[in-house]
């Protein structure tokens, strides 16, 4: 290897969505880039992710008839965000998001479809949309993507799939949900289902992908079409700079030793955040001791190294957000091989039939909410000395048709959840409650003010299924007056242990609106970028919408590609 093998104009540190983003944008624009990944694999969390990006006011709003100006979901933000609104960095990504779409769409093997019915959390707040605020990766099969996009790949997260094989938001799910009710929906699984067992029999893993692994596996043969150059097994040990403290290289550890390469125009910090390093956990998580106390959903290898480097150079985390974590509620399944697995609870909680309780039988939250809205209420609504757990509660015939956490439906049966533990059953509402160790007397309360309400359609409680998010969260077939909202009525009756967990930080290195690091002065750090959750959340640490973690990753990361690759030869 000659010195000049290890000179580019970019090196960008870690291979998610912001990571691959960025590479794309400025291998496109000109720029020779280098990808370092210190996993086996690429993807990161965005590959277990659900794929969906937040980015208002593209293409496909406008092909439905949307036209939003950028005042309205700006108006949404600048609510729900508050003190944490940032106007730099918000208005950089509402323009920037269309601009962004527009780009992979027509110039790279990343397609989208949209999210005609997704709509932003909180309905009831200024400026909230209906739908049409965000896109997802379009199915690909991996055959089409080439050998080299399948070496490369993160395999879908076991848990969010049914026996390895992705399930999509939208007509997808739908025909998995109704698959016992509907001849088509029924003709809709057998197809999928088959050809799943297909690809495993003969290629040894799911062809079809959806989702996150859609969207790193499409970034991933658009990355390697743009001659972009990945490493995987590659761990980045420190940042090179000059006498100017401009950031000039890497230092880098991989299969043939340890080495340096050269970045002419800058290094790009998307390493995944700290999900995993137990240290900052203990110092930012609230009520996070130990690791039992929070289960993340992310991979093992995020432990922090992006922010570690920056800091290295006078980078500092941003510790002022509302949470340094993006929450989601989850529960702990125990294999027979003694391993265990996180499942992240975004589909159940708003379906008709299903409470959130706490150990004293009352509900305490929304359920229908987000999953950080219902993990920040159990976080602040169990007494302290307590442990943060809730239940959810279901009765027979919601376990029939739709799932509570890893128990699937009929004919999925229920005997090996049960059998370990993890699915609770009780003949009645207090038996149950005995068994789970909430209070009796209460739970039993609990169900039937909620079920007189759900008769009705509505509760009395907490609002549920008043606005557009709640509605599409529940069930259309549903018979009862709310899709949201059904009685718990018919036993046996069952549940599920969930305590916190996440999909990844939001606590990340403090940048401007152009993603340049900022030191101790909030003057740019000449040559460091970070994007993705390497870099301070651009939603404070608030949770508005679904996709906000994604959708920021690709922007910021396409435009700092861009804007590096507008810089190739004249360091930045």
Same mark, same amino acid.
């Given at each position: 290897?000659?010195?000049?093998?290890?000179?580019?104009?970019?090196?960008?540190?870690?291979?998610?969505?912001?990571?691959?983003?960025?590479?794309?944008?400025?291998?496109?624009?000109?720029?020779?880039?280098?990808?370092?990944?210190?996993?086996?694999?690429?993807?990161?969390?965005?590959?277990?992710?659900?794929?969906?990006?937040?980015?208002?006011?593209?293409?496909?709003?406008?092909?439905?008839?949307?036209?939003?100006?950028?005042?309205?979901?700006?108006?949404?933000?600048?609510?729900?965000?508050?003190?944490?609104?940032?106007?730099?960095?918000?208005?950089?990504?509402?323009?920037?998001?269309?601009?962004?779409?527009?780009?992979?769409?027509?110039?790279?093997?990343?397609?989208?479809?949209?999210?005609?019915?997704?709509?932003?959390?909180?309905?009831?707040?200024?400026?909230?949309?209906?739908?049409?605020? &965000?896109?997802?990766?379009?199915?690909?099969?991996?055959?089409?993507?080439?050998?080299?996009?399948?070496?490369?790949?993160?395999?879908?997260?076991?848990?969010?799939?049914?026996?390895?094989?992705?399930?999509?938001?939208?007509?997808?799910?739908?025909?998995?949900?109704?698959?016992?009710?509907?001849? $088509?929906?029924?003709?809709?699984?057998?197809?999928?289902?088959?050809?799943?067992?297909?690809?495993?029999?003969?290629?040894?893993?799911?062809?079809?992908?959806?989702?996150?692994?859609?969207?790193?596996?499409?970034?991933?043969?658009?990355?390697?079409?743009?001659?972009?150059?990945?490493?995987?097994?590659?761990?980045?040990?420190?940042?090179?700079?000059?006498?100017?403290?401009?950031?000039?290289?890497?230092?880098?550890?991989?299969?043939?030793?340890?080495?340096?390469?050269?970045?002419?125009?800058?290094?790009?910090?998307?390493?995944?955040?700290?999900?995993?390093?137990?240290?900052?956990?203990?110092?930012?998580?609230?009520?996070?001791? $130990?690791?039992?106390?929070?289960?993340?959903?992310?991979?093992?290898?995020?432990?922090?190294?992006?922010? &570690?480097?920056?800091?290295?150079?006078?980078?500092?985390?941003?510790?002022?957000?509302? $949470?340094?974590?993006?929450?989601?509620?989850?529960?702990?399944?125990?294999?027979?091989?003694?391993?265990?697995?996180?499942?992240?609870?975004?589909?159940?909680?708003?379906?008709?039939?299903?409470?959130?309780?706490?150990?004293?039988?009352?509900?305490?939250?929304?359920?229908?909410?987000?999953?950080?809205?219902?993990?920040?209420?159990?976080?602040?609504?169990?007494?302290?000395?307590?442990?943060?757990?809730?239940?959810?509660?279901?009765?027979?015939?919601?376990?029939?048709?739709?799932?509570?956490?890893?128990?699937?439906?009929?004919?999925?049966?229920?005997?090996?959840?049960?059998?370990?533990?993890?699915?609770?059953?009780?003949?009645?509402?207090?038996?149950?409650?005995?068994?789970?160790?909430?209070?009796?007397?209460?739970?039993?309360?609990?169900?039937?003010?909620?079920?007189?309400?759900?008769?009705?359609?509505?509760?009395?409680?907490?609002?549920?299924?008043?606005?557009?998010?709640?509605?599409?969260?529940?069930?259309? &077939?549903?018979?009862?007056?709310?899709?949201?909202?059904?009685?718990?009525?018919?036993?046996?009756?069952?549940?599920?242990?969930?305590?916190?967990?996440?999909?990844?930080?939001?606590?990340?290195?403090?940048?401007?609106?152009?993603?340049?690091?900022?030191?101790?002065?909030?003057?740019?750090?000449?040559?460091?970028?970070?994007?993705?959750?390497?870099?301070?959340?651009?939603?404070?640490?608030?949770?508005?919408?679904?996709?906000?973690?994604?959708?920021?990753?690709?922007?910021?990361?396409?435009?700092?590609?861009?804007?590096?690759?507008?810089?190739?030869?004249?360091?930045?």
């Amino acid at each position: 290897m000659t010195p000049t093998d290890n000179i580019y104009d970019v090196v960008v540190i870690g291979s998610g969505a912001g990571g691959l983003s960025t590479a794309i944008a400025a291998a496109r624009g000109g720029a020779s880039v280098l990808v370092v990944e210190k996993a086996d694999v690429c993807g990161g969390a965005t590959a277990w992710s659900g794929g969906w990006m937040w980015t208002p006011r593209t293409r496909f709003a406008h092909a439905a008839g949307l036209h939003e100006d950028r005042e309205t979901p700006r108006t949404y933000l600048e609510h729900r965000l508050g003190e944490n609104f940032d106007a730099a960095k918000v208005d950089a990504l509402l323009d920037g998001a269309p601009e962004m779409v527009e780009f992979f769409e027509k110039n790279t093997a990343l397609q989208f479809v949209p999210g005609t019915h997704v709509a932003d959390i909180h309905g009831d707040t200024p400026g909230a949309g209906t739908g049409n605020r &965000s896109v997802a990766p379009k199915p690909v099969d991996l055959r089409t993507l080439g050998p080299d996009v399948a070496v490369l790949l993160r395999r879908q997260l076991y848990e969010t799939s049914f026996l390895g094989m992705g399930i999509m938001a939208g007509p997808d799910l739908q025909g998995f949900l109704h698959g016992t009710r509907s001849v $088509s929906a029924f003709a809709h699984c057998a197809r999928r289902v088959t050809r799943h067992m297909f690809d495993l029999a003969t290629k040894r893993r799911g062809q079809h992908l959806v989702n996150g692994t859609a969207l790193v596996g499409r970034l991933l043969r658009s990355a390697l079409d743009s001659d972009v150059d990945i490493r995987v097994r590659t761990a980045a040990t420190a940042l090179i700079t000059d006498e100017s403290g401009r950031v000039v290289g890497v230092r880098l550890t991989g299969p043939d030793g340890a080495y340096s390469v050269h970045a002419r125009s800058g290094v790009v910090l998307a390493t995944g955040g700290f999900t995993h390093d137990l240290d900052r956990r203990r110092e930012l998580f609230p009520r996070s001791p $130990s690791v039992t106390e929070h289960r993340t959903l992310t991979p093992e290898t995020t432990t922090g190294e992006g922010i &570690s480097l920056g800091e290295s150079v006078g980078g500092r985390l941003d510790t002022s957000l509302a $949470s340094p974590v993006a929450y989601c509620p989850v529960s702990i399944i125990k294999y027979r091989n003694g391993k265990e697995g996180v499942f992240p609870h975004i589909l159940d909680r708003g379906k008709p039939g299903v409470i959130g309780v706490l150990a004293d039988g009352r509900r305490f939250v929304n359920e229908a909410l987000g999953y950080h809205d219902y993990t920040l209420a159990m976080m602040d609504t169990v007494p302290d000395g307590e442990e943060v757990c809730s239940w959810l509660i279901a009765d027979q015939q919601y376990i029939r048709y739709l799932p509570l956490g890893m128990a699937k439906p009929f004919p999925i049966p229920t005997l090996p959840y049960l059998r370990s533990g993890y699915l609770q059953r009780g003949k009645t509402v207090r038996e149950l409650a005995e068994k789970i160790g909430v209070d009796p007397d209460g739970l039993d309360k609990t169900v039937a003010a909620f079920n007189e309400g759900a008769r009705d359609g509505v509760d009395l409680e907490f609002d549920r299924g008043t606005t557009a998010f709640n509605r599409a969260s529940g069930d259309a &077939s549903n018979p009862w007056p709310n899709p949201s909202l059904a009685p718990l009525e018919k036993g046996p009756f069952y549940a599920v242990k969930v305590i916190p967990g996440s999909f990844g930080t939001f606590a990340g290195l403090i940048t401007d609106a152009s993603s340049r690091v900022l030191d101790a002065g909030d003057e740019p750090i000449a040559g460091l970028s970070a994007v993705g959750v390497d870099q301070a959340s651009v939603m404070g640490g608030h949770y508005p919408s679904g996709g906000i973690n994604l959708g920021p990753a690709m922007t910021f990361g396409y435009l700092t590609g861009r804007r590096l690759a507008t810089q190739t030869g004249t360091p930045s």
